[in-house]
């Protein structure tokens, strides 16, 4: 079992959508929870970071932690063609200097 | 300034060459790391410099040879690469344990683009 699991996708939703990417992991001990974006033939670019469980929202992205599940959430409301991208969790545990990485969610939205 | 800057974007090398891929920050991190990307796949990291000394190996062949001059710059040199060697390196660099108001994160370059024929 891999310590992170995400469905790769691809994903494909119509402009305007709300779209909902997902993983969950096994190991515990990870407190810092990730969101990088990364468009194709670039570099990954954080999105957005949450530290233990919560809700943390920027504009019409929202990052979801449920630890007692395992579970984070990343929910991107009014989808616009330019959230065209592959969506990679990430995660670590405090004094880590390794991030474990989801597979990546491969995301297109249509005009 | 928050940018990672890599060099050469693209680089296109034969089995028996020797090349070198460069990595620069000047943001003030002390932790510094290369990572392999291959198609369709998540980063995977290959090497950890904090504070300009090696502090990760994930067990990357010798062909594979990582320096870190001072806490700016990070190169990878390469020697004797395989085919299977092709991928996007990326570099990225981050504040350090003990500097970090985001444990964890990690700031990419945009990667050079290796080929090996």
């Known amino acids: 079992q891999k310590e992170v699991e995400q469905d790769p996708g691809p994903l494909s939703v119509p402009e305007g959508a709300i779209v909902s990417l997902n993983c969950t992991y096994s190991n515990s001990a990870f407190q810092y929870f990730m969101w990088y974006r990364q468009y194709s033939r670039k570099g990954p670019e954080l999105l957005m970071y949450t530290y233990s469980s919560g809700n943390k929202e920027d504009g019409r992205f929202t990052a979801q932690v449920d630890k007692s599940s395992k579970y984070i959430s990343l929910f991107i409301r009014d989808s616009q063609p330019s959230d065209s991208a592959t969506y990679l969790c990430a995660m670590s545990s405090v004094g880590a200097q390794k991030l474990v990485f989801g597979q990546g969610t491969r995301l297109t939205i249509n005009p | 300034d928050t940018e990672v800057t890599q060099t050469p974007k693209h680089l296109v090398m034969g089995m028996t060459n020797k090349k070198s891929l460069k990595c620069e920050q000047h943001?003030?991190?002390?932790?510094m790391y290369w990572y392999k990307q291959k198609a369709k796949k998540p980063p995977e990291l290959m090497f950890v410099y904090s504070y300009e000394k090696l502090s990760i190996n994930e067990s990357v062949p010798s062909r594979f040879s990582p320096e870190c001059p001072n806490s700016s710059l990070l190169n990878l040199h390469l020697h004797a690469l395989q085919p299977e060697d092709s991928a996007l390196y990326l570099c990225?660099?981050?504040?350090?344990?003990?500097?970090?108001?985001?444990?964890?994160?990690?700031?990419f370059g945009e990667g050079s683009r290796l080929t090996v024929l």
């Open positions: 990225a660099s981050s504040p350090g344990l003990a500097g970090a108001n985001k444990p964890g994160e990690l700031f």
């Open positions: 943001m003030g991190h002390r932790a």
